[in-house]
């Protein structure tokens, strides 16, 4: 059970929230001109991150915000929680083979 | 006489309170304080249990949680509990325990067979015998079944309460032993909100077995004085018999207490155990070690004890474990364990050590009690039936794999077998720290920790009590100090203590057995050969079965775990696994590091299924939600069903009516007059703001810009990845305001989704969402008298050319604000009204007591359904399942080709349009009268027996009492090419011949919905 820091109601338990999947993954501006490939790429294909993930989280059970954290997907570890909208922090990625 | 095993004096046992219980039918006198084990070994009895697979006799082997074989069934009837530990369970008057997996009896067991057959059932005999052929293994499982496993399922309900509670702390301390109370001490100095907890009844760990000194005095009167002031500190919870069971992230904690397991009469007011589930800024680990045992032949004796326990038995429980005993080491901790028997009037026949020149302060105090040390010598065998009555010794080679010379013979009726400690590092590799081997202490012990995590004592690999103290010490104050509470005042003074630990000593894992007659020089026969020697007592796993596994190939311990069962069961090898480890490393002529450790999971041991249900049973496990019209619907005699957590009704029984013939009546009724529906259930989300109609061109497939105010449109939601995700009808209130319908289940996913796009992809969108489904009651009326019935209760004109189909009307109904929207689900004219949900019942009894001239009939979901399917509507996650897109369903006529929307790129993918995708298609049977069970699967060319090729299923199928015959729609491949061709559904038994039709089967130009 992860402690998640939502920036908006502070500390609250991994069972408040939903998981949404790698952050930073903008909609394509015209999706009719890409190809099928780039498009597939993009509804379908993520990084699977052995190390620091970039990812969004809401406060579904909460206020129901959408947030970015930065969590080490080995050690679980939190490095960082931001607001939609907000540039990732610079962090030392921890990296594993 | 009564507990002939029993010392005069000492132990932790209250002689004041002598408590009687039954084992197997007899009648025993024990004591307070007693455990089941203890009180057992005290009337002289060892015979606990029969082994798993080969039926051996076992006797009580440790005096802790790692016990392997004494596990007994507790209680009766429905508080029967099968698989308890007699070293856990505490004496109270009037228990009951039977031993398990026997029969007829402990003594003489039928089953014991199986070890004279044991050359037919090696390692990996289940994966070998019961593979093949499948249609037998019903039989052999019966048979399976009955032989092996431990105990009794209980008989009925489990009538106890159990209780879980949330909890935080500042520094969680696991293990009330030296280390842990030391830590607790420091960590609650500093200002630290400390919880401690042990498993044990009452605190003080390992001491409470040991005579050991700290300062000077009994170690038990420094842990009564640390008790005293824990205690005494309000931000300090002591909890006993409590197991900290679980280390999850973050320092989240699963700790199981067994609030009443212990007493005869448990007060009514107390759950009788309870899960805390604990959030810990730091975690002192101070769990202390497990002794192991040494792998030779015969190993499993009832009187082959851990020395450990042997020592524990005398100390606290002051208890005799038996009169003359050999003590087997390979190292010096096994020597304390002779002190302690002897000094308890227990004959010391000889100390077997592996060890050539035996050193170390307690192997030089059994010196000079002048105790028989036998050095370099190893047991290659044991005797006696149902209780250990000697040991076969012989000298060991230098190297330790082979014997020289012939075996002697050495009586005795205990065994206490000393093969080192193994740390209990379960909680710190539940965290995901990493272990090393430690060389010289031949144990794992904790490496980097992945959480905020320390280790002290024994579970750190510090045995010596003085070392236990620092560690402890340190430990607590660092705890306390990283969670932000420095300690306050001057240095106090360390406990002083000693600090003897195992060494030094002489590791092997596999000792070798017996010379046999004929043997040349150094043998070096398999460990196990010649007679069994047990790595894992529970599982019935020898040495002779890790070989086996080996030869066959196995390489990853994971796997020789599995296969040959070791370190699994209610004890998951606590004893075991080291050994099993060991044995595999020498096998492969490998360091044991090499080989790597098999991975630690929660539960560190079993934890009741009751501590996790708590009180979430019944009512309490799932909300149920109920429309503000649901106390009409019971008392209608309606009968329900479950969509989603809301209770709807499904039909109205009138009469001895069956499912068949009230759902008959609703529909006919709802076609020729009227019927009415409670849809209040139905998802409805207020979407508000300037750019909302911008919002909706963008979720839905089709255009929103246009639709005027005071009109309905029906909507399509895709996923980004094209396929459909829900659909309802969208009203425009206003200019910037519109009202959402979703399907029931599917109320919060859809407003989950809304969010998920307005708050990251289009946060520049001024749009409000609100979920307002349990704020309004839905009255839906549909039918011929719908609008005549509606025009009593309304000033609004209703006439078609006034308020025609797809629109709605912000009015009064009854005298009660209200919408009512112009919508049907069932092709005839309809109305959905919404009022307030407080006003909700009101409306409906009067439109009820209304309608009575018209034969108002209310309907369920099953009415509804047929009713929808009459006409081919869809149902969201009936017809689809996330693999089925707009053009299957023939709905091309509402995705739109101009704007952009969810899902639209993935359409114009070339999949999406492949000719032979599952299509949505009416099924009519030729049999009119058979209804297709919904599921079915469909086939183009029937064959005698399957396989044959499957092009679709049923995904609705009904009798229609309004065309007299039944219909289905259904998924089939290229399904709208096969309009009017004859498909297939094999059934058990049958096959129904189908024709493929369009997909709607009453009053396809929809003249009824929109008169």
Same mark, same amino acid.
């Given at each position: 059970?992860?402690?998640?820091?939502?920036?908006?109601?502070?500390?609250?338990?991994?069972?408040?929230?939903?998981?949404?999947?790698?952050?930073?993954?903008?909609?394509?501006?015209?999706?009719?001109? *890409?190809?099928?490939?780039?498009? @597939?790429?993009?509804?379908?294909?993520?990084?699977? $991150?052995?190390? &620091?993930?970039?990812?969004?989280?809401?406060?579904?059970?909460?206020?129901?915000?959408?947030?970015?954290?930065?969590?080490?997907?080995?050690?679980?570890?939190? *490095?960082?929680?931001?607001?939609? @909208?907000?540039?990732?922090?610079?962090?030392?990625? $921890?990296?594993? &083979? | 006489?009564?507990?002939?095993?029993?010392?005069?004096?000492?132990?932790?046992?209250?002689?004041?309170?002598?408590?009687?219980?039954?084992?197997?039918?007899?009648?025993?006198?024990?004591?307070?304080?007693?455990?089941?084990?203890?009180?057992?070994?005290?009337?002289?009895?060892?015979?606990?249990?029969?082994?798993?697979?080969?039926?051996?006799?076992?006797?009580?082997?440790?005096?802790?949680?790692?016990?392997?074989?004494?596990?007994?069934?507790?209680?009766?009837?429905?508080?029967?509990?099968?698989?308890?530990?007699?070293?856990?369970?505490?004496?109270?008057?009037?228990?009951?325990?039977?031993?398990?997996?026997?029969?007829?009896?402990?003594?003489?067991?039928?089953?014991?067979?199986?070890?004279?057959?044991?050359?037919?059932?090696?390692?990996?005999?289940?994966?070998?015998?019961?593979?093949?052929?499948?249609?037998?293994?019903?039989?052999?499982?019966?048979?399976?079944?009955?032989?092996?496993?431990?105990?009794?399922?209980?008989?009925?309900?489990?009538?106890?309460?159990?209780?879980?509670?949330?909890?935080?702390?500042?520094?969680?301390?696991?293990?009330?032993?030296?280390?842990?109370?030391?830590?607790?001490?420091?960590?609650?100095?500093?200002?630290?909100?400390?919880?401690?907890?042990?498993?044990?009844?009452?605190?003080?760990?390992?001491?409470?077995?040991?005579?050991?000194?700290?300062?000077?005095?009994?170690?038990?009167?420094?842990?009564?004085?640390?008790?005293?002031?824990?205690?005494?500190?309000?931000?300090?919870?002591?909890?006993?018999?409590?197991?900290?069971?679980?280390?999850?992230?973050?320092?989240?904690?699963?700790?199981?207490?067994?609030?009443?397991?212990?007493?005869?009469?448990?007060?009514?007011?107390?759950?009788?155990?309870?899960?805390?589930?604990?959030?810990?800024?730091?975690?002192?680990?101070?769990?202390?070690?497990?002794?192991?045992?040494?792998?030779?032949?015969?190993?499993?004796?009832?009187?082959?004890?851990?020395?450990?326990?042997?020592?524990?038995?005398?100390?606290?429980?002051?208890?005799?474990?038996?009169?003359?005993?050999?003590?087997?080491?390979?190292?010096?901790?096994?020597?304390?364990?002779?002190?302690?028997?002897?000094?308890?009037?227990?004959?010391?026949?000889?100390?077997?050590?592996?060890?050539?020149?035996?050193?170390?302060?307690?192997?030089?105090?059994?010196?000079?009690?002048?105790?028989?040390?036998?050095?370099?010598?190893?047991?290659?065998?044991?005797?006696?039936?149902?209780?250990?009555?000697?040991?076969?010794?012989?000298?060991?080679?230098?190297?330790?794999?082979?014997?020289?010379?012939?075996?002697?013979?050495?009586?005795?009726?205990?065994?206490?077998?000393?093969?080192?400690?193994?740390?209990?590092?379960?909680?710190?590799?539940?965290?995901?720290?990493?272990?090393?081997?430690?060389?010289?202490?031949?144990?794992?012990?904790?490496?980097?920790?992945?959480?905020?995590?320390?280790?002290?004592?024994?579970?750190?690999?510090?045995?010596?009590?003085?070392?236990?103290?620092?560690?402890?010490?340190?430990?607590?104050?660092?705890?306390?100090?990283?969670?932000?509470?420095?300690?306050?005042?001057?240095?106090?003074?360390?406990?002083?203590?000693?600090?003897?630990?195992?060494?030094?000593?002489?590791?092997?894992?596999?000792?070798?057995?017996?010379?046999?007659?004929?043997?040349?020089?150094?043998?070096?026969?398999?460990?196990?050969?010649?007679?069994?020697?047990?790595?894992?007592?529970?599982?019935?796993?020898?040495?002779?079965?890790?070989?086996?596994?080996?030869?066959?190939?196995?390489?990853?311990?994971?796997?020789?775990?599995?296969?040959?069962?070791?370190?699994?069961?209610?004890?998951?090898?606590?004893?075991?696994?080291?050994?099993?480890?060991?044995?595999?490393?020498?096998?492969?002529?490998?360091?044991?590091?090499?080989?790597?450790?098999?991975?630690?999971?929660?539960?560190?041991?079993?934890?009741?299924?009751?501590?996790?249900?708590?009180?979430?049973?019944?009512?309490?496990?799932?909300?149920?939600?109920?429309?503000?019209?649901?106390?009409?619907?019971?008392?209608?005699?309606?009968?329900?069903?479950?969509?989603?957590?809301?209770?709807?009704?499904?039909?109205?029984?009138?009469?001895?009516?069956?499912?068949?013939?009230?759902?008959?009546?609703?529909?006919?009724?709802?076609?020729?007059?009227?019927?009415?529906?409670?849809?209040?259930?139905?998802?409805?989300?207020?979407?508000?703001?300037?750019?909302?109609?911008?919002?909706?061109?963008?979720?839905?497939?089709?255009?929103?810009?246009?639709?005027?105010?005071?009109?309905?449109?029906?909507?399509?939601?895709?996923?980004?990845?094209?396929?459909?995700?829900?659909?309802?009808?969208?009203?425009?209130?206003?200019?910037?305001?519109?009202?959402?319908?979703?399907?029931?289940?599917?109320?919060?996913?859809?407003?989950?989704?809304?969010?998920?796009?307005?708050?990251?992809?289009?946060?520049?969108?001024?749009?409000?969402?609100?979920?307002?489904?349990?704020?309004?009651?839905?009255?839906?009326?549909?039918?011929?008298?719908?609008?005549?019935?509606?025009?009593?209760?309304?000033?609004?004109?209703?006439?078609?050319?006034?308020?025609?189909?797809?629109?709605?009307?912000?009015?009064?109904?009854?005298?009660?604000?209200?919408?009512?929207?112009?919508?049907?689900?069932?092709?005839?004219?309809?109305?959905?009204?919404?009022?307030?949900?407080?006003?909700?019942?009101?409306?409906?009894?009067?439109?009820?007591?209304?309608?009575?001239?018209?034969?108002?009939?209310?309907?369920?979901?099953?009415?509804?359904?047929?009713?929808?399917?009459?006409?081919?509507?869809?149902?969201?996650?009936?017809?689809?399942?996330?693999?089925?897109?707009?053009?299957?369903?023939?709905?091309?006529?509402?995705?739109?080709?101009?704007?952009?929307?969810?899902?639209?790129?993935?359409?114009?993918?070339?999949?999406?349009?492949?000719?032979?995708?599952?299509?949505?298609?009416?099924?009519?049977?030729?049999?009119?009268?058979?209804?297709?069970?919904?599921?079915?699967?469909?086939?183009?060319?029937?064959?005698?027996?399957?396989?044959?090729?499957?092009?679709?299923?049923?995904?609705?199928?009904?009798?229609?009492?309004?065309?007299?015959?039944?219909?289905?729609?259904?998924?089939?491949?290229?399904?709208?090419?096969?309009?009017?061709?004859?498909?297939?559904?094999?059934?058990?038994?049958?096959?129904?011949?189908?024709?493929?039709?369009?997909?709607?089967?009453?009053?396809?130009?929809?003249?009824?919905?929109?008169?």
């Amino acid at each position: 059970m992860l402690l998640i820091v939502c920036p908006w109601c502070g500390p609250r338990d991994e069972s408040e929230f939903s998981y949404g999947g790698e952050a930073h993954i903008a909609r394509p501006k015209n999706p009719e001109k *890409l190809s099928d490939e780039k498009w @597939g790429d993009y509804v379908f294909m993520r990084a699977n $991150t052995k190390g &620091v993930l970039l990812e969004r989280w809401v406060h579904s059970h909460g206020c129901g915000r959408w947030f970015n954290v930065a969590r080490d997907t080995v050690s679980y570890r939190i *490095l960082a929680v931001y607001r939609m @909208g907000e540039k990732p922090p610079k962090l030392d990625k $921890t990296t594993y &083979v | 006489m009564a507990q002939d095993f029993r010392l005069p004096d000492g132990g932790r046992i209250d002689r004041s309170k002598p408590v009687s219980f039954r084992f197997d039918g007899k009648s025993y006198q024990g004591f307070k304080g007693d455990s089941l084990a203890s009180a057992l070994l005290a009337n002289g009895v060892h015979l606990v249990g029969r082994s798993f697979k080969y039926h051996r006799p076992r006797g009580i082997f440790s005096a802790g949680v790692e016990e392997p074989n004494a596990l007994v069934q507790l209680g009766r009837g429905a508080r029967s509990e099968p698989n308890i530990r007699a070293t856990q369970a505490e004496l109270f008057e009037g228990l009951e325990a039977r031993s398990q997996n026997r029969w007829p009896s402990l003594e003489y067991d039928i089953g014991e067979v199986n070890s004279l057959a044991s050359r037919l059932i090696p390692a990996g005999f289940y994966y070998k015998t019961f593979m093949w052929p499948a249609a037998l293994w019903e039989r052999y499982e019966y048979v399976i079944r009955r032989a092996a496993g431990l105990g009794k399922a209980p008989e009925g309900r489990d009538p106890d309460r159990y209780d879980k509670t949330h909890a935080h702390c500042d520094v969680l301390v696991v293990g009330a032993g030296p280390a842990g109370l030391a830590a607790a001490l420091a960590a609650a100095r500093a200002g630290a909100r400390v919880v401690l907890a042990d498993e044990q009844a009452e605190p003080g760990g390992a001491l409470l077995g040991l005579a050991e000194e700290i300062d000077g005095k009994p170690a038990l009167d420094w842990v009564a004085a640390a008790l005293a002031e824990l205690e005494k500190n309000d931000d300090v919870r002591v909890l006993t018999r409590t197991t900290v069971s679980s280390f999850y992230d973050h320092g989240y904690l699963a700790l199981f207490e067994r609030v009443t397991d212990h007493l005869a009469q448990p007060p009514e007011a107390l759950p009788r155990h309870r899960l805390w589930k604990l959030r810990a800024k730091q975690v002192v680990l101070a769990a202390g070690a497990i002794e192991r045992p040494l792998v030779f032949t015969g190993n499993d004796r009832p009187g082959v004890m851990l020395a450990g326990a042997c020592r524990t038995y005398v100390k606290r429980y002051g208890v005799r474990p038996g009169k003359r005993a050999v003590v087997f080491t390979n190292n010096d901790s096994g020597y304390g364990a002779a002190l302690d028997l002897q000094a308890a009037g227990v004959t010391i026949a000889g100390i077997v050590d592996l060890r050539p020149d035996p050193e170390g302060p307690c192997s030089e105090a059994a010196e000079a009690a002048r105790l028989p040390v036998l050095p370099a010598q190893t047991i290659v065998g044991t005797e006696g039936r149902n209780r250990i009555s000697a040991v076969k010794i012989a000298r060991l080679n230098d190297a330790g794999d082979a014997v020289l010379g012939e075996a002697e013979r050495l009586d005795c009726d205990l065994l206490a077998v000393a093969g080192g400690w193994n740390p209990t590092v379960h909680l710190f590799s539940q965290a995901k720290g990493s272990l090393k081997w430690d060389p010289e202490l031949a144990c794992y012990v904790p490496d980097e920790p992945r959480q905020a995590v320390l280790c002290a004592g024994a579970c750190n690999g510090a045995f010596g009590l003085q070392s236990c103290l620092k560690q402890g010490t340190e430990a607590g104050a660092k705890a306390a100090a990283e969670a932000g509470f420095k300690a306050k005042g001057g240095r106090r003074k360390q406990p002083k203590a000693g600090d003897q630990g195992p060494l030094p000593a002489r590791w092997l894992w596999k000792l070798p057995p017996a010379k046999k007659p004929g043997d040349k020089g150094l043998a070096d026969r398999p460990a196990g050969q010649g007679g069994k020697a047990f790595v894992d007592l529970q599982n019935d796993v020898t040495a002779a079965d890790l070989a086996l596994a080996l030869r066959e190939g196995y390489r990853s311990i994971e796997h020789v775990k599995r296969y040959t069962t070791t370190g699994m069961g209610t004890d998951q090898g606590k004893t075991s696994n080291v050994n099993a480890i060991g044995l595999v490393a020498d096998h492969f002529g490998v360091p044991l590091p090499a080989v790597g450790v098999t991975t630690f999971r929660p539960p560190y041991t079993p934890v009741s299924f009751g501590a996790y249900a708590g009180r979430d049973l019944d009512d309490l496990l799932d909300p149920v939600r109920k429309t503000p019209i649901h106390a009409w619907h019971e008392q209608a005699g309606a009968a329900f069903e479950d969509v989603g957590q809301w209770r709807r009704p499904w039909y109205y029984p009138r009469g001895g009516e069956d499912l068949h013939a009230a759902v008959n009546r609703e529909v006919l009724a709802c076609r020729e007059s009227i019927g009415i529906l409670d849809a209040s259930t139905l998802g409805k989300i207020d979407i508000q703001g300037p750019d909302a109609a911008e919002f909706l061109n963008r979720i839905y497939t089709n255009a929103w810009s246009k639709l005027e105010v005071g009109r309905c449109r029906y909507g399509l939601m895709l996923g980004e990845d094209g396929m459909v995700m829900d659909d309802g009808v969208t009203s425009r209130l206003g200019e910037t305001h519109f009202l959402m319908t979703t399907t029931t289940g599917n109320a919060a996913p859809v407003l989950a989704h809304l969010e998920e796009w307005l708050q990251t992809e289009w946060p520049e969108l001024k749009v409000h969402l609100t979920s307002v489904t349990e704020q309004f009651a839905t009255l839906s009326l549909s039918g011929p008298n719908a609008r005549r019935l509606l025009s009593e209760f309304t000033e609004l004109d209703l006439s078609p050319n006034a308020f025609p189909h797809m629109t709605l009307a912000e009015t009064e109904v009854g005298g009660i604000p209200a919408r009512i929207f112009r919508v049907s689900f069932t092709g005839e004219a309809g109305y959905e009204i919404n009022v307030p949900a407080s006003r909700g019942l009101a409306l409906w009894q009067a439109v009820m007591a209304a309608g009575a001239k018209y034969n108002i009939t209310p309907f369920g979901t099953e009415a509804m359904h047929v009713l929808r399917a009459e006409k081919g509507y869809i149902i969201v996650g009936q017809e689809t399942d996330g693999s089925v897109n707009p053009h299957d369903l023939g709905m091309d006529w509402i995705v739109s080709k101009k704007k952009d929307f969810i899902g639209k790129r993935s359409l114009t993918r070339a999949d999406m349009d492949k000719p032979d995708r599952k299509q949505l298609v009416g099924l009519l049977t030729e049999d009119i009268d058979a209804v297709l069970p919904e599921g079915a699967q469909l086939v183009e060319h029937l064959r005698d027996k399957p396989p044959m090729t499957m092009i679709g299923h049923v995904s609705s199928s009904y009798h229609s009492p309004n065309i007299g015959r039944s219909i289905a729609l259904a998924l089939v491949k290229g399904g709208r090419a096969r309009i009017g061709h004859t498909i297939h559904a094999p059934l058990e038994g049958k096959t129904l011949a189908c024709k493929v039709t369009e997909p709607i089967f009453f009053d396809p130009t929809g003249e009824r919905l929109r008169g």
